[in-house]
């Protein structure tokens, strides 16, 4: 698949041309936005990375150009934060957006999404993803055991159904676990301190579930 990167850091283009061509895509580079316009007239582009704050054209130009003519995926990069930002980003025709400082891997999991070629999994402010057991919370990495990551992944697939502690040492520690289900309670508040406490329910005296 084809992707173009337009940004008037150099840095950032090598920076993500390396690790998108490494995932298997072919990239294009534009460090303006007429450049990324010529690339886009010229070349079949399944998605374009396009930064905001561009010279000549920024990204929102860009976007509303392309979009009158292609169903082309678009993601936006910005250093803005405010959440109007995100508003205009996204009705002048942005499939997506991500703003900087981001975690490449992050930037991957997104266009794979937007391309329909991911496992990843989007719950509320979490972003994970089951092939390398890493959750991301806001665009930040977390720090998850093996033991948490499956726990969450058992409860989220069982969304709305409670899960029993004995249910949940089956499921995350196996058949052959000898410890006491009491276990399950402290990888629980762990869990709960690291993804937010209210995203996993209690339901005295059964168990657990996400709603």
Do not use: C
């Amino acid at each position: 698949m084809n992707i173009l990167i337009a940004d008037d850091s150099p840095e950032m283009v090598q920076i993500l041309t390396a690790y998108l061509k490494k995932a298997g895509f072919t990239v294009f580079s534009a460090i303006d936005g007429e450049e990324a316009l010529d690339i886009f007239y010229q070349e079949q582009l399944d998605l374009a990375i396009l930064d905001w704050m561009m010279p000549k054209l920024d990204g929102i130009q860009v976007t509303k150009e392309m979009k009158k003519v292609s169903p082309i995926k678009v993601l936006m990069l910005t250093a803005k934060s405010e959440g109007e930002d995100e508003v205009t980003s996204l009705t002048s025709g942005a499939d997506e957006f991500i703003t900087k400082p981001f975690h490449p891997q992050v930037l991957l999991l997104r266009i794979k999404k937007l391309l329909g070629i991911s496992d990843s999994i989007q719950f509320q402010d979490l972003l994970m993803d089951p092939l390398t057991m890493k959750v991301w919370r806001n665009e930040h990495a977390l720090e998850l055991t093996k033991k948490e990551f499956e726990l969450f992944m058992l409860l989220y697939k069982n969304r709305g159904h409670i899960l029993t502690r004995e249910q949940l040492l089956v499921g995350v520690w196996g058949m052959d676990y000898d410890g006491v289900p009491r276990t399950v309670d402290t990888h629980i508040r762990r869990l709960r301190e690291k993804i937010g406490e209210e995203k996993i329910s209690t339901k005295r005296g059964v168990g657990y579930l996400i709603d």
